[in-house]
């Protein structure tokens, strides 16, 4: 990336993040909502950057770190709003009449926090390590991680008792203390998910500037080539992956902050794909162009699924067909190529 | 006496029951320029990719430095100082040349160190020195996927000689190159003099005559014969094999 287009990015981003400081005032409570779950989103959609654009592994299982985070967060303010000592209303009904051990320590708010960040974090990069140290990577990494989504799903729809199975963890009324529906508390959480986008933003474009992000390139560009010259690629892949794990953790609790409810339905194979879609039409080489898919592509979705439908699947099937054809790069592609063409000033 | 920097003591590299190298040995002194040629299938490529650890020998030892290699894990013998450039141009191709030139001349290379700037002076000090070496000053700042065929196996040369190794392999370097590309790559490796030692593996007579350095002969992963590019002309069972009367 040139010097001059660097500047222009960072004053993008930094004009972005004024419009969207001002949205609370533009928009509707409902919009602003969505608009906070979309952002949500973006975060994780900046770790497909990191692992798909500058690594090249494709992961077709971020839903599953989602999943972590989403459930840790929802799991705590399921605790919070009991009694001491009492189990949720699902629990109940499944006949549980104790926690399960895993649940226990979600009580305290502070490691629902920890283990938002660090459960995806650690699982992602044991895996990671695991499959990258035996050097199995593309399609069979993809095939993998989808295998790990549908297991993941299938896992927390089964166990019921556990994990309020097929309709997932809902009806959230306070966390850290506060009351959750209060008014104003809307926008104090959509400006939250703001900052941690912002900081993540920049956080990563340092990293990816870095010249760990120059060897995660070069070892996208020739994994051999960078071995032979004395690199161990393995730890670099498995800690870009836990990264980009982290932050999808990260994305899932706010979602789930947002949204007021997790389900299996979020976690699985078919939104693991949705995902990375939003990063393919965004731009997969991009972080503005991946908060940017994932922002307008989940508004197109909330619009089309409520005019027509059943059309929503046909219509994001084609536009990855269009972009993977047309655009490889993605919308963010096309505004780089046409910046370039531009002369420099004089 | 000054022991070998590079002894292949009888490795044999079997891919079922075909042996790609059958009991093969060679000894290449410090400082010395050594090119192996040999037909098709002689087992020439796979003699480097056991050296830097890329396939293993079923028997046999490799000694660096009178350390046996045979199993080490590949950046570890890196480490050690071998070093090798691939057949095919293997640089990394949407980093500039800088970037290429730089990696290679990174000095510690455990993951964690990449965010260490401690060394960075140096580094930049000798990917200068290797630009001006492999002829790519003015090409610096170009994504290497853009270089031409003979600039991208020079930046390749150079990659190898930045991480400061004592043995370079270099697999056919003149490969897809016209005759004053051909050329100057020897010259290039004359440069080189007794600073490092160099093991080329090449089968275009007029480059090797260029290098004028001792030969070996490989023959379907068998130890042939070993001399001056004279001697090697000279011998009949090397011209029966180039001929095709191998029986």
């Not at chain 1, 399609?139 to 309020?164: D, E």
């Not at chain 1, 020739?222 to 870009?240: D, H, I, M, Q, S």
């Not at chain 2, 630009?131 to 610096?140: G, I, T």
Request: aromatic share 10%.
């Amino acid at each position: 990336m040139s010097a001059g287009l660097k500047t222009s990015s960072t004053i993008f981003a930094a004009l972005l993040t004024c419009l969207a400081a001002a949205a609370p005032l533009a928009l509707s409570a409902y919009d602003l909502n969505l608009l906070a779950r979309f952002m949500s989103f973006a975060l994780l959609a900046m770790g497909i950057v990191l692992i798909w654009g500058y690594c090249g592994i494709l992961s077709l299982g971020q839903g599953v770190f989602f999943g972590l985070g989403a459930y840790a967060i929802a799991m705590h303010m399921k605790l919070a709003a009991l009694p001491q000592g009492s189990v949720p209303d699902f629990m109940m009904w499944s006949g549980r009449e104790s926690l399960p051990w895993w649940w226990a320590p979600l009580e305290s708010g502070l490691v629902a926090v920890i283990a938002v960040f660090v459960v995806p974090a650690v699982f992602a990069g044991l895996f990671a390590f695991l499959v990258f140290s035996r050097r199995v990577g593309g399609t069979y990494f993809a095939l993998i991680t989808q295998a790990l989504a549908l297991a993941f799903a299938t896992l927390l729809v089964s166990r019921q008792g556990a994990t309020g199975g097929f309709n997932g963890l809902t009806n959230f009324s306070t966390l850290f203390g506060m009351d959750i529906n209060a008014s104003g508390r809307d926008v104090q959480l959509y400006l939250v998910t703001l900052a941690l986008l912002v900081l993540t933003y920049f956080g990563l474009t340092m990293l990816l500037n870095s010249r760990f992000g120059l060897l995660l390139r070069a070892s996208r560009d020739g994994e051999n080539r960078v071995r032979f010259l004395g690199f161990n690629p393995t730890p670099l892949k498995v800690a870009a992956f836990a990264i980009a794990g982290m932050l999808a953790g990260l994305s899932g609790a706010l979602f789930t902050v947002h949204a007021g409810n997790i389900s299996p339905a979020m976690v699985g194979v078919v939104p693991s794909i949705e995902m990375v879609i939003w990063v393919a039409v965004g731009g997969r080489y991009s972080l503005i162009g991946a908060i940017a898919g994932a922002i307008f592509l989940n508004f197109a979705r909330d619009w089309i699924s409520s005019a027509f439908p059943t059309l929503w699947l046909y219509f994001i099937g084609a536009l990855f067909i269009l972009t993977v054809t047309l655009l490889p790069s993605g919308l963010a592609g096309l505004v780089t190529q046409n910046l370039r063409k531009t002369p420099a000033a004089p | 006496m000054t022991q070998p920097l590079l002894r292949v003591a009888g490795i044999t590299v079997a891919y079922g029951v075909f042996k790609a190298l059958d009991d093969f040995s060679l000894t290449v002194e410090q400082g010395e320029t050594r090119v192996v040629i040999g037909p098709n299938g002689a087992g020439k490529s796979t003699l480097c990719d056991a050296i830097i650890g890329r396939v293993r020998p079923v028997s046999g030892h490799i000694y660096f430095d009178d350390k046996d290699v045979i199993r080490m894990p590949e950046q570890d013998i890196v480490t050690l100082g071998i070093c090798r450039k691939f057949q095919t141009p293997g640089v990394l191709q949407s980093l500039t040349v800088w970037d290429n030139l730089a990696l290679a001349a990174q000095g510690d290379k455990r993951w964690w160190r990449t965010f260490s700037r401690a060394e960075r002076a140096q580094e930049e000090e000798r990917v200068r020195a290797i630009l001006e070496q492999v002829r790519l000053a003015d090409r610096s700042s170009a994504a290497a996927g853009l270089l031409s065929h003979g600039e991208k196996q020079w930046l390749e040369i150079g990659m190898v000689l930045a991480t400061g190794a004592q043995l370079i392999l270099l697999d056919e370097p003149t490969a897809g190159m016209g005759p004053r590309e051909t050329e100057k790559t020897a010259d290039l490796i004359h440069g080189l003099g007794n600073s490092r030692t160099v093991l080329v593996i090449d089968h275009d007579m007029t480059f090797v005559e260029q290098l004028a350095s001792k030969v070996t002969v490989m023959h379907q992963g068998k130890f042939l014969a070993e001399g001056s590019v004279a001697d090697v002309r000279s011998n009949a069972d090397v011209a029966s094999v180039y001929l095709g009367h191998s029986g």
